[in-house]
Structure formats: structure tokens, C-alpha cells
């Protein structure tokens, strides 16, 4: 893999964590650092498990298949939560049994099955119930029980609904000091290259609405179901992003590692486009917040696109226990990790002697 393609902030640096993951979608890690991975494909959907031996490099476990597009991941209290089209299960004890991963629970089967934005990512909140997104089975359409983010207790009890109005999001997270979900959601397609952005939005408390399919990006009716509701009436976007980007996983930086203008700053994996003439995408961005809002908007790693040919297209993103970065890539079917090099300091006794007259 090129990444010598990859161009990244000063002293920041790049390398492949594991090429061994095909379709490598979300990451979850578990409480021995074991990192987990989800996947797309329907009806063969994989589960890997990636353990760090030391010297003898990084291992790699399947520990399920024949799973219908197992995309999400969510790791507590010792089990592995993936959620497939239609139903979420759990692996208890996992980390003990990655040769021999057993049989999964059933937590819910509460959901409608879709091969359109039918893939979820699921992790859980602070408030301890597992977040879980139904996307709209459509580019756009009013169709009920459909395009929410919902949430239910770990044992699949209590099923509700937290916000309405949301096309399709593949990844969220919540503010470290407000506790708020901050989530971006993928735009419909079919209005032009350049129409409308994707967002990144946030939500303070369950009941909000934003918008879809009546309005989008906060303020572009939409050409079929605009006309019944004016878009004044839905929560608008916290921020903008590029038409077609995209944005999947999404991450607030809590690590130590990174320089401190970094810390609880969001980072967002662009998957990139599909339709659009020219694209975009590919990377993944930085957003500036600055008194809990989204001010700023700018590339932090890229190089994934070339001109007009991928080789990469970033999906998720998780933030290690030593700070490091890890970003998951289903088209190279590998993982990289980003770390920051502090630049090293000369020390008097290293100096150079001064220059003679």
C-alpha cells in the first residue's frame, strides 16, 4: 500500500496496523485492547478480532460468518454487541474466546430488514444503552419506522426512539464534556455534484428532527416532499460538510498522544463519492470546535485519492489507549495507525559548538 501517498500534519506518521481484515468496516476495542471489526458483505459478513502479540506482530481472529452485513460493533462489560440488517447479537466473554467464540446471543430483533442502508453502527452512550441507526431504505422517501437513530438497554429492552429525520448515519460519538451526540449523517443524491453537503450534526436530548426526507442540509427542500413542511421547523445541520464526502466514522479525540489543540477536537472518516462527475472524499477531516460548536472544517489525512483513482476509502476511526489513531479502510481491507512523533528537543550538550571567528 502507498502510503507514502498520505500526507499528514507535521509530525504525524502513518503505518499499516493489519492488511489481514477484508471489508473492514467499524471498530470497536475490547478491555484487553483487543480491536474488533465489522463488515458490509450480506449474507458472508465477517467479525474479525485483532490482537497485538508484541514482537510476534498483530493476530488475526474470525470469530463469526454468514452474517448479514454485521457492519456495527460495540464492545461492553466483557461481550461484543454487532448488529446485522435485521437484529443485534452479543458474544459473551469474547476476549477469552476468540479461537473458540460462542454461540451468539439474540438481544433484539425489533428491526426492518434493508439491503439500503440496512448496514448500523451501534456503540454505546454514557447514559449505558446501545445507540442504534435505521436508515432510510431509500435515496429518498417518507416510509415509516425508518430513517431514526434509536436506543434500547443492553439486554434489548425499552426500544425507543431518540431522533427522527435522519437518512442514514454510519457513525457517532458523544462530547466528552457535555455528553451531547454529535453524528453524521450521509445526504440524499440525485440534486447534482455540488447539492446538498453532508452533515454533521448534534443532538442535546432525545425528540429532534432533522429533516429527511423534507429538508436537507438544513436549508434545501426537497424537490418531491418539501412542500409540507418549511425546513425552519427541523434542527439544522452543526455544520456543513462536501456534497458526496460521504462521512462515516466519526471520533472525538480523547487520547493523550496528539498535541493538546487537539484534544476533544472531532475527527471524520470521508468514504468518498460514488456519483458525483469529479471525487471527493477519501479522507479523513478535522472539525474545530470552539465553545461547543463545530467552527472550522479542514483535511487532517489524505492522499487515498489520486486525480481520479482510489486505492483506500476510510471508514471508522478509534482512538487507542496510547493515543494512537486507528483508521479502518474496506476497500484495502486493512487498518493503519496514526501516531504523532514529538519532534526531538536539542539539549545543550547536544548542540552544535558555536561557530569560530
Given amino acids: 500500500m502507498p502510503l507514502d501517498l498520505i500526507h499528514l500534519p507535521r509530525n504525524f506518521s502513518i503505518e499499516i496496523y493489519t492488511n489481514e481484515v477484508p471489508g473492514a468496516r467499524s471498530l470497536a476495542v475490547g478491555h484487553k485492547g483487543t480491536v474488533f471489526v465489522g463488515t458490509r458483505k450480506e449474507g458472508d459478513g465477517r467479525v474479525y478480532a485483532v490482537v497485538d ?3 510476534e506482530g498483530r493476530r488475526v481472529f474470525v470469530i463469526a460468518r454468514g452474517l ?13 454487541y454487532v448488529a446485522e440488517s435485521h437484529r443485534i447479537l452479543r458474544f459473551d466473554n469474547i476476549e477469552s474466546h476468540l479461537t473458540t467464540p460462542p454461540a451468539p446471543v ?6 426492518p430488514p434493508s439491503a439500503v442502508h440496512g448496514w448500523k453502527f451501534i456503540r454505546f452512550g ?48 458523544w462530547q466528552p464534556m457535555t455528553q451531547a451526540l454529535w453524528f453524521t449523517e450521509n445526504g440524499r443524491d440525485m440534486l447534482g455534484d455540488d447539492v446538498p453537503a453532508d452533515e454533521l450534526n448534534t443532538a442535546s ?22 412542500k409540507l413542511f418549511p425546513c425552519n421547523v427541523y434542527q439544522p445541520p452543526a455544520l456543513k460538510l462536501g456534497a458526496h464526502v460521504a462521512p462515516l466514522g466519526m471520533r472525538f479525540y480523547t487520547g493523550m498522544m496528539f498535541p493538546p489543540e487537539y484534544k476533544n477536537q472531532i475527527f471524520i472518516a470521508e468514504h468518498g463519492s460514488w456519483n458525483r462527475s469529479q471525487k471527493v472524499g477519501y479522507r479523513v477531516t478535522r472539525v474545530r470546535l470552539k465553545d461547543n460548536k463545530a467552527i472550522e472544517y479542514e483535511p487532517f489525512a489524505e492522499g487515498w485519492l489520486q486525480g481520479e483513482a482510489f486505492w483506500g476509502r476510510p471508514v471508522d476511526l478509534l482512538v487507542m489507549s496510547d493515543g494512537a489513531m486507528l483508521v479502518s479502510d474496506d476497500y484495502a481491507g486493512a487498518i493503519y495507525r496514526i501516531r504523532y512523533n514529538p519532534p526531538t528537543l536539542l539539549m545543550p550538550e547536544n548542540l552544535p559548538p558555536p561557530h569560530a571567528e
Fill in 68 to 80: 448479514d452485513m454485521p457492519n456495527g460493533v460495540a464492545f461492553r462489560d466483557g461481550a461484543l
Fill in 106 to 111: 439474540v438481544v433484539s430483533e425489533d428491526f
Fill in 126 to 173: 454514557p447514559d449505558g444503552k446501545l445507540y442504534i441507526p435505521i436508515g432510510a431504505p431509500c435515496n429518498v422517501c417518507q416510509q415509516y419506522g425508518y430513517a431514526l437513530i434509536t436506543r434500547m438497554n443492553a439486554d434489548g429492552t425499552q426500544h425507543e426512539v431518540y431522533a427522527e429525520g435522519v437518512r442514514n448515519t454510519v457513525g457517532f460519538d
Fill in 205 to 226: 436530548g432525545a425528540g429532534l428532527h432533522f429533516g429527511f426526507p423534507y429538508c436537507h442540509a438544513g436549508d434545501i427542500p426537497d424537490p418531491e416532499f418539501g
Fill in 53 to 55: 502479540a508484541g514482537a
